[in-house]
């Protein structure tokens, strides 16, 4: 089974991290606006940040934001697509699974 995003993530947030010594967790959440406990979070694959925090962090070590999904299960997405993804990350159980029935529904349509 491949990895998913958020594992992806996590592996290589934590292999930056590891290859930087000189860098804490403390550095990174004051440079990126989170707390320390987020990072904490994200390293251990429990959370994965939004991509504006994903960009953030590419940029604090200077790699590219592929860095962290390349082998990644997905397609090249349009930024019509993270928007979406990314919203529907936002919702909760019962509005996600509204959601999914309204998109079936929408496709049997076709």
């Known amino acids: 089974m491949r990895e998913t995003l958020s594992e992806i993530f996590m592996k ?7 290859e930087h010594p000189d860098v804490k967790q403390v550095d ?12 904490s979070e994200w390293r251990k694959g429990r959370k994965s940040p939004r991509i504006e925090k994903v ?14 999904f390349t082998n990644a299960r997905i397609p090249d ?25 309204y998109v079936k529904f929408l496709r049997n349509e076709q």
């Open 28 to 39: 990174v959440a004051k440079a990126i606006g989170v707390s320390s406990a987020t990072i």
């Open 12 to 18: 290589k947030f934590n292999k930056l991290l590891d």
């Open 77 to 101: 997405y349009t930024p019509d697509m993270l928007n979406l993804i990314e919203m529907y990350s936002d919702l909760t159980e019962q509005k996600k699974e509204m959601l999914m029935n």
């Open 55 to 68: 960009k953030m962090v590419a940029a604090y070590f200077g790699v590219d934001v592929d860095y962290f």
